[in-house]
């Protein structure tokens, strides 16, 4: 059973706690807490798991560890670091040559910041525009492309290098625009802990810029405050804080000045306090350990950096599919050219032909069209409340296969909300979800003695507050206390109200030691006591309960912790309620509640599931993706959740940070396959686990929304970073910010994703048999020893204006039905299979007959060479507009995916018909392409040509349907 919100007191023990459904591994033993000060003292750089440079330590400008000796002079520590959190206040103060009581003297301060330099997280060299916009050139297909239009050039050919070198260029700008958006995280970084903060120097209080600070420095802490740097606190009264964003915990955290031993996770470490992280009340002080970069901040900082901005399956596939296309070029170009040598022609028009086959077999449109398809997906994927950063991570959703999400905030609501409620030996549930009011308490109808006393002390008893801002629901203060406010709303007992008829006389505030909180108030002219905290406090100190009707009856002890250990099987976390009445003044002390208390109820809350997020689950489990759970939060709470939401079954386990820090690479790559919850996980141990799942060749997502998760958003396939709840550094280092935050837009955002790529392939299958028809025209030309069909130029007018006319429209095709049904694609699986090859096959060579054989029927009927050459144009045309509705579902008919479900295919034939027209028929463009007129009974011919090919492809489709 969890307490909730409040960090508990060295050794302090929880009733109920599920530790046996975990993995067994080895642990390393620990001693005890009479020996661990000269543990402490030792314990340099042996945290549990880490991987990186984690755990705090003074560090010279360039890194190097240091400690001090009097006078500010540094010398080498032994072994690496200092575990702060492991030494006594007045120790740490010692090696720091700190003061309490007098800060640092303005002089020393000048000292340590020459050696530590400002409070500030080092920036990254980002690559300037020029090197960005000369990177998007740096592609095999645009390398070609560019070599063309050089030799096209070269040879004079301005026209048709003039449009090689503006296509390239085009498609650079548009990827340039796109990807213009650097990467900012570490500038986040900064702003994120940029600040003014309270310091103690020379005995007197200053307010400073939290850059200002060095190590050694004593820094003053309110509620509101947002840390400055990485304390060591030495005194806390009542002090939490909220640091769900560095470690995943959704509720607060009570501080405390005491040592804890040096394994003690990142989140459990309650004597200190994390530059970026906030105070949400009491008072407290400490010595700043770390600055910069060496902060907990900082470290994550250098995770981000040093994370590779990997390749996408799309840019690996497409890099692959370019190196096959050189080679085929090259070897078609050779052939060409050896094959003319031989039958003696000249290497000069040889050339001429190998580069006219290099032109017609480039896809000079691929690069332009697959820009274009992307950023039409990033179009649609905006309206499904999903902004992507960076195009390629478009179809990298398409191929995921495993998505990595954080509980809190991602799958969960980020809003501590009661779900049950034990008083008076009755167990109540609670309906609604998050921090609004709506829902009922029990069956709604009538509310039992013993239960609204439960909901009575659970708001008087509290600091929180509970407003509505612009249609959402907000508290103001600690989540959990927030919680206690809602449910009480539910039952109709409004706070304010209730603070105005029952004011305050006294409090006892929180304290980590005592775990627990009561206020006074006078109640029908009785003055009465209300306790809330944990169990384990104020069960020992009660004598007698209430009863369903408030009646006083004798405590029983083992129903009231068989309910809470019914709640902690959940994952509900846990709070205790009870009284004191009496007493003749308003003075209340902690000496009154050592026994007689009277214990009213169980109260049990829980960060609940968003409610699309079970079904988003599912339908990705359909889609044969794994969904895997990654938190800094308790392993039963995120066991819990995980079974609501599907992710883990109940016979599951979860794997916890302690755990995962024992095992090897390959350990881990096997644990990985089978564990989908993973708790009480550190920032860089996320990252070991998104590299361990890539290692296993997986495709990986990964979703959060805190400065924890930044590192392991750059380093996944794909970053999926919350909009409304995220910070600016998880945003900076994602390639796609949901602006619902909701997980269920993850589904829509593969959906798209699966589309887009489907497209893509539409487009490919589509253009490939025009450049390789164009490509076997001119070989079958010289082997044939006959005047080429085609020329260069009018091969790239066929290649550009049916690219954009016709190729594009595919890219607005809607998405197949059952394309969330189907698994991911292997991440090793070509772009084409063998049966779109053989289709690409088979219409280059229908092409090749059509066009080379209306060529030649045209010459031996006494046709002129350019009326030959305009009815060979044409067919490769009308082939490529039939072909094209061929395209529109790779497995199906055009009839079965609608003829009109896509307008867009209409209009491009249109266009493309009438620009045939003008090609055909207008003098201007007969110069400028060596066009001629042609009669109807030509274009009879031409059209049989492409309604054949149509047809033929139906056919091919159809009996593979069948096979």
């Given at each position: 059973m969890k307490v909730s919100g409040n960090a508990r007191s060295p050794g302090?023990?929880?009733?109920?706690?599920?530790?046996?459904?975990?993995?067994?591994?080895?642990?390393?033993?620990?001693?005890?807490?009479?020996?661990?000060?000269?543990?402490?003292?030792?314990?340099?750089?042996?945290?549990?798991?880490s991987v990186m440079d984690a755990g705090s330590e003074l560090a010279r400008h360039d890194g190097s560890p240091v400690g001090l000796r009097p006078g500010g002079q540094m010398k080498e520590q032994t072994g690496g670091r200092v575990a702060w959190h492991c030494l006594p206040a007045d120790e740490a103060?010692?090696?720091?040559?700190?003061?309490?009581?007098?800060?640092?003297?303005?002089?020393?301060?000048?000292?340590?910041?020459a050696i530590h330099g400002e409070n500030r997280i080092s920036p990254k060299p980002g690559k300037g525009p020029l090197q960005r916009f000369a990177l998007q050139f740096v592609q095999p297909l645009i390398l070609v492309l560019l070599a063309a239009g050089a030799v096209t050039a070269f040879?004079?050919?301005?026209?048709?290098?003039?449009?090689?070198?503006?296509?390239?260029?085009?498609?650079?700008?548009?990827?340039?625009?796109?990807?213009?958006?650097?990467?900012?995280?570490?500038?986040?970084?900064?702003?994120?802990?940029?600040?003014?903060?309270?310091?103690?120097?020379?005995g007197c209080k200053q307010r400073l810029p939290s850059a200002a600070l060095v190590p050694g420095d004593v820094v003053l802490l309110a509620a509101g405050d947002k840390v400055p740097a990485d304390l060591r606190l030495f005194r806390a009264k009542d002090l939490q804080a909220i640091e769900s964003a560095l470690t995943g915990e959704s509720t607060a955290v009570a501080k405390h000045g005491d040592a804890l031993p040096a394994d003690t996770l990142l989140a459990e470490r309650g004597n200190m306090a994390y530059a970026g992280t906030v105070m949400i009340s009491g008072l407290g002080a400490g010595v700043v350990v770390d600055t910069g970069d060496r902060t907990e901040?900082?470290?994550?900082?250098?995770?981000?950096?040093?994370?590779?901005?990997?390749?996408?399956?799309?840019?690996?596939?497409?890099?692959?599919?370019?190196?096959?296309?050189?080679?085929?070029?090259?070897?078609?170009?050779?052939?060409?050219?050896?094959?003319?040598?031989?039958?003696?022609?000249?290497?000069?028009?040889?050339?001429?032909?190998?580069?006219?086959?290099?032109?017609?077999?480039?896809?000079?449109?691929?690069?332009?069209?697959?820009?274009?398809?992307?950023?039409?997906?990033?179009?649609?994927?905006?309206?499904?409340?999903?902004?992507?950063?960076?195009?390629?991570?478009?179809?990298?959703?398409?191929?995921?296969?495993?998505?990595?999400?954080?509980?809190?905030?991602?799958?969960?609501?980020?809003?501590?909300?009661?779900?049950?409620?034990?008083?008076?030996g009755v167990r109540a549930t609670v309906s609604g979800s998050g921090y609004s009011p709506s829902g009922r308490v029990g069956d709604g109808e009538s509310i039992a003695v013993a239960l609204r006393e439960c909901l009575l002390a659970g708001a008087l008893?509290?600091?929180?507050?509970?407003?509505?801002?612009?249609?959402?629901?907000?508290?103001?203060?600690?989540?959990?206390?927030?919680?206690?406010?809602?449910?009480?709303?539910?039952?109709?007992?409004?706070?304010?109200?209730?603070?105005?008829?029952?004011?305050?006389?006294?409090?006892?505030?929180?304290?980590?030691?005592?775990?627990?909180?009561?206020?006074?108030?006078?109640?029908?002219?009785?003055?009465?006591a209300y306790y809330k905290g944990a169990l384990e406090q104020l069960l020992p100190r009660s004598t007698s309960m209430l009863d369903a009707n408030g009646q006083a009856i004798p405590l029983r002890r083992s129903e009231i912790e068989g309910a809470a250990r019914g709640m902690a099987a959940q994952g509900l976390r846990v709070l205790a309620m009870a009284r004191l009445a009496g007493g003749t003044t308003a003075a209340l002390d902690a000496a009154s509640a050592d026994a007689g208390l009277q214990f009213i109820g169980l109260v049990g809350m829980i960060d609940p599931p968003r409610p699309k997020a079970v079904a988003a689950v599912r339908t990705c489990h359909g889609a044969g993706i794994a969904v895997k759970m990654i938190t800094g939060d308790h392993a039963v709470t995120a066991l819990s959740i995980a079974r609501q939401l599907g992710i883990a079954r109940a016979a599951d386990?979860?794997?916890?940070?302690?755990?995962?820090?024992?095992?090897?690479?390959?350990?881990?790559?096997?644990?990985?396959?089978?564990?989908?919850?993973?708790?009480?996980?550190?920032?860089?141990?996320?990252?070991?686990?998104?590299?361990?799942?890539?290692?296993?060749?997986?495709?990986?997502?990964?979703?959060?929304?805190?400065?924890?998760?930044?590192?392991?958003?750059?380093?996944?396939?794909?970053?999926?970073?919350?909009?409304?709840?995220?910070?600016?550094?998880?945003?900076?280092?994602a390639d796609m910010v949901l602006t619902d935050d909701d997980f269920a837009s993850i589904e829509a955002a593969v959906e798209e994703g699966r589309g887009v790529f489907d497209n893509l392939v539409k487009f490919i299958t589509w253009t490939l048999p025009t450049n390789f028809g164009e490509g076997l025209v001119i070989v079958a030309a010289i082997v044939a020893d006959a005047t080429l069909p085609i020329t260069p130029l009018q091969i790239l007018w066929i290649n550009m204006t049916t690219a954009v006319f016709l190729g594009l429209m595919l890219a607005f095709e809607p998405i197949d039905h059952g394309v969330m049904r189907r698994p991911p694609r292997p991440p090793d699986t070509p772009i084409l299979d063998a049966a779109l090859v053989w289709r690409i096959v088979l219409v280059s060579v229908l092409l090749l007959a059509g066009s080379f054989g209306l060529f030649l029927r045209e010459l031996a009927q006494g046709e002129p060479l350019a009326e030959a050459r305009t009815v060979a144009l044409n067919v490769f045309v009308v082939v490529q507009a039939m072909y094209l509705f061929n395209c529109r579902s790779l497995t199906r008919s055009a009839l079965a995916v609608g003829l009109f479900s896509n307008a867009a295919v209409w209009y491009g034939v249109l266009i493309m018909a009438l620009l045939q027209a003008l090609l055909t028929y207008t003098p201007l463009l007969n110069r400028l392409f060596s066009t001629a007129p042609i009669g109807w009974h030509q274009w009879c011919e031409i059209f049989a040509v492409g309604a054949l090919a149509y047809l033929v492809v139906g056919i091919e489709k159809r009996f593979r349907a069948r096979r």
């Open positions: 302090s023990k929880h009733l109920g706690r599920d530790d046996g459904n975990r993995p067994v591994v080895r642990r390393r033993q620990l001693g005890t807490r009479e020996d661990e000060g000269d543990s402490c003292a030792q314990a340099v750089g042996k945290r549990l798991g103060a010692a090696r720091l040559q700190a003061s309490f009581e007098q800060g640092l003297a303005e002089s020393e301060v000048l000292t340590r910041r040879l004079g050919e301005w026209i048709d290098s003039g449009v090689i070198f503006g296509v390239t260029l085009i498609n650079a700008i548009i990827g340039f625009i796109q990807e213009g958006r650097a990467e900012n995280a570490l500038a986040a970084l900064v702003h994120s802990v940029s600040s003014e903060v309270t310091v103690l120097r020379g901040t900082g470290r994550i900082s250098r995770l981000i950096a040093e994370a590779p901005d990997l390749s996408t399956p799309l840019t690996r596939k497409m890099a692959a599919f370019s190196n096959w296309l050189l080679i085929a070029i090259g070897l078609l170009a050779a052939l060409t050219f050896a094959v003319g040598m031989l039958r003696g022609e000249s290497a000069f028009a040889m050339f001429m032909a190998a580069v006219a086959l290099a032109v017609g077999a480039i896809p000079e449109g691929l690069p332009a069209a697959m820009t274009i398809t992307l950023a039409i997906g990033v179009s649609r994927m905006a309206k499904r409340r999903a902004i992507i950063r960076k195009l390629p991570a478009v179809e990298t959703l398409g191929s995921t296969t495993v998505i990595c999400s954080d509980k809190t905030g991602t799958l969960t609501e980020n809003q501590m909300t009661v779900r049950e409620i034990h008083a008076g008893c509290n600091d929180a507050g509970l407003n509505r801002v612009n249609r959402h629901w907000e508290v103001v203060g600690d989540p959990t206390e927030g919680a206690l406010l809602v449910v009480a709303r539910k039952a109709g007992l409004d706070e304010r109200t209730l603070q105005k008829i029952f004011p305050r006389l006294d409090e006892i505030p929180f304290d980590s030691t005592r775990q627990y909180m009561a206020t006074r108030h006078e109640i029908e002219g009785q003055r009465i386990t979860a794997l916890t940070g302690r755990e995962l820090a024992l095992l090897d690479e390959e350990a881990l790559r096997g644990v990985v396959r089978t564990v989908n919850v993973f708790a009480r996980v550190e920032p860089e141990q996320k990252l070991r686990l998104v590299r361990a799942l890539q290692a296993n060749g997986e495709v990986v997502a990964m979703t959060g929304d805190g400065v924890n998760d930044a590192p392991a958003l750059k380093q996944a396939h794909i970053g999926i970073a919350m909009g409304l709840a995220g910070t600016e550094v998880a945003k900076e280092a």
